[in-house]
């Protein structure tokens, strides 16, 4: 007879097995690590506090009661990154496909719950069928659960899904509430209906990559903000964002000590904008100049390429930074690039994050494609987000901040805390030749004098000095000095207090 201890090991072991060695060597084949070794690998060596492992399902419908496996297919508890504590479930494909039952999800409300009383972060890595197909709508009530969490987390906790398998159907929601979606290349999928079903309907033949793959949402759908080629490295890069991260809502961001001098002079800065107005120039490399050790990590970098959203540090704070990008599209505002940005803009406030906003904005994209598809609305969500967020927010105008864009990238209008701009900044209604064309259309027979007047506007508009002297402007600096004018400024705003007047919620544009 096996002792009491006896007896607790094997089970032990049985629930490390989840569905047996020969689906682990499936998975392993399909390039797929398992629930357990991407919690391993996520959380501190040794950290994992694992709960419910002998948690079985209830189920008695079609032979279910002869099938069943601790833990029922997933992996839940809590465990640190960096020694800070974050809560994680890890759905185990070897269980029957991971698929979602009443007991599954019971296991992630848990932790959901454990998370958002205690302040830390969930993170949710998805590998499944999902809804566990025997059990009917006790496993979409659980679903519900689940997504009902998510709703009241979001704001609270961060919330981070990797999808490292198939993510389907109903089961796609609960992700895409949550603040970050990293994807695995090739190896994962999220779709609301999958290539069978849309060739039946739509007569459209595509592959599970192409429908709802890591490229497809990374490029084109922007539904995930990553992709990473293997579990390996999707999990690492989770390590790294959540170091940028507050636990909650509760807390500031993480101080990490920085080794780098924040009164740093950076030369290169006053080279990095051309004379020439319409030439581009990559705005990351001032990014990098400003960040503490040239420290960033961007999100969605394959999409909406023309403003840049990342976080770095400033005298080891994180620091929310969004940035127009002459090399893309001139920097313009278009919706892709408001939508990203007014997302990000909201998680930085909503997690007292400070935000750094780098402009050189032409206007925003003119055409039909854009006003048909809703750009006042989309618009106006970046214009909303920056006019509500309450932490600090620091600007500095590089070149160009034209017209409704200029108001929108965090000007002194939309409080501002403190706006600074380049020497190289044109802060105008727009551009000098248009403006020239509009304002003497009647006179156009006189084009010799077309360009002394676009001197002329020129002159008096294409320089920071005019909103300078109106108070628009805190100061104009050097770019040199913009590590250290910055630094200082979101030092000078650490104890900023601001509250937006008492409601239920506002009504962003959605
Ligand atoms: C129960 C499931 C399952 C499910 C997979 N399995 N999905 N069991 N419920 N939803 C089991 C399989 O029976 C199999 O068991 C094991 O998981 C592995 O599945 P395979 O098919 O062998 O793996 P693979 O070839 O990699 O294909 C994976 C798959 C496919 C693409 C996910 O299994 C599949 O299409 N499953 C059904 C997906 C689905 O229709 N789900 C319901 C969606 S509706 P054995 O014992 O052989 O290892 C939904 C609604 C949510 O989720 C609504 C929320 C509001």
Redesign the pocket.
């Known amino acids: 007879m096996l002792t009491v201890a006896e007896e607790f090991e094997k089970r032990r072991a049985a629930a490390r097995l989840g569905?047996g060695q020969k689906?682990i060597d499936s998975q392993h084949d399909k390039g797929k690590l398992t629930a357990r070794e991407r919690v391993e690998l996520l959380l501190d060596a040794g950290s994992f506090e694992e709960f419910d492992m002998f948690v079985s399902h209830r189920c008695t419908d079609f032979g279910m009661q002869d099938n069943r496996y601790p833990g029922d297919g997933v992996v839940t508890g809590w465990g640190t990154i960096n020694d800070r504590q974050v809560y994680v479930f890890s759905q185990d494909?070897t269980v029957?496909?991971g698929?979602?039952s009443e007991t599954h999800a019971e296991k992630i409300c848990k932790i959901m719950d454990m998370a958002v009383q205690n302040g830390a972060p969930i993170i949710g890595l998805n590998d499944s069928?999902?809804?566990?197909?025997?059990e009917g709508v006790a496993s979409?009530a659980g679903?519900?659960e689940v997504?009902q969490r998510n709703i009241l987390a979001s704001g609270a906790v961060p919330q981070i899904s990797v999808i490292m398998g198939?993510c389907?159907?109903?089961?796609v929601?609960s992700p895409a509430m949550t603040d970050f979606i990293f994807m695995v290349r090739h190896s994962s999928y999220m779709f609301v209906t999958g290539p069978d079903v849309v060739k039946t309907v739509t007569n459209e033949v595509i592959s599970a990559e192409d429908l709802g793959g890591a490229g497809t949402h990374t490029t084109t759908s922007s539904v995930a903000d990553m992709a990473f080629d293997n579990d390996i490295a999707a999990l690492s890069e989770v390590r790294r964002l959540v170091d940028f991260l507050p636990l909650s809502h509760r807390e500031k961001p993480p101080v990490r000590r920085s080794f780098d001098d924040p009164d740093r002079i950076e030369p290169s800065l006053d080279t990095l904008v051309p004379d020439n107005p319409n030439l581009p120039y990559d705005i990351k490399e001032a990014i990098a100049k400003i960040a503490d050790e040239g420290d960033v990590f961007e999100l969605q970098p394959d999409f909406a390429g023309n403003i840049i959203t990342s976080f770095i540090r400033l005298e080891g704070s994180t620091v929310g930074v969004v940035a127009n990008q002459p090399m893309v599209l001139a920097g313009c505002l278009d919706i892709d690039s408001s939508r990203k940005a007014a997302r990000f803009v909201r998680f930085c406030d909503a997690f007292e994050i400070p935000i750094l906003t780098l402009v050189d904005v032409p206007g925003f994209l003119p055409g039909t494609a854009q006003e048909h598809s809703g750009i006042i609305k989309h618009g106006a969500k970046l214009l909303f987000a920056y006019g509500e967020a309450t932490v600090p927010k620091v600007t500095v105008i590089t070149r160009k901040a034209y017209g409704g864009a200029y108001v929108v990238m965090a000007s002194k209008h939309l409080r501002g805390d403190i706006n600074y701009a380049w020497p190289s900044a044109q802060i105008a209604v727009m551009g000098a030749k248009g403006a020239v064309e509009i304002l003497y259309r009647s006179d156009s027979s006189v084009a010799a004098l077309t360009a002394t007047r676009t001197a002329e506007y020129e002159e008096r508009f294409s320089n920071p000095f005019i909103a300078a002297e109106r108070g628009f402007i805190d100061e104009v600096i050097f770019p040199r000095s913009t590590r250290r004018r910055v630094c200082r400024a979101f030092a000078a705003l650490q104890n900023k207090k601001l509250s937006n007047p008492a409601k239920k919620h506002d009504n962003i544009p959605l």
């Open positions: 569905g689906r494909f029957a496909g698929s979602l069928g999902g809804a566990r197909i025997q979409l679903y519900a997504f198939p389907a159907g109903g089961a929601y």
